[in-house]
C-alpha cells in the first residue's frame, strides 16, 4: 500500500504554485521563449490583461489547473528545465 504524507501533499501544492506564480510573474517576452502549450500562453494572456486582483486570483487557480493536466500529461517537464535555464 502506497501512502502519501499530508504534509508531503501539502509541500507539492505549494512548490506547484510557486511555480506558477513565478511564471506569471515572468515578462510576457521571456515567456514567450518557454515551450508552454497553447492552453496555459492563453491563459498567462489573459491574467496579463486583467487588473483587479480576485481576478488574477482566479485566473491563477485556472492556469494551476492546465498545469496540474500537463504535469499528468508529462508536458510540464521541459517548461520547468526551460524555466530553470533561464533563471
Do not use: C, N
Amino acid at each position: 500500500v502506497f501512502r502519501v504524507s499530508v504534509v508531503g501533499i501539502d509541500a507539492l501544492k505549494l512548490h506547484s504554485s510557486a511555480v506558477y506564480e513565478k511564471l506569471a510573474k515572468l515578462a510576457p517576452a521571456k515567456r514567450a521563449r518557454l515551450p508552454l502549450s497553447p492552453d496555459l500562453k492563453e491563459g498567462f494572456d489573459e491574467y496579463d490583461r486583467l487588473s483587479g486582483y480576485e481576478a488574477k486570483r482566479r485566473q491563477l487557480q485556472y492556469i494551476g489547473r492546465l498545469m496540474r493536466e500537463a504535469q499528468e500529461e508529462g508536458t510540464l517537464q521541459p517548461v520547468l528545465d526551460a524555466l530553470a535555464i533561464m533563471e
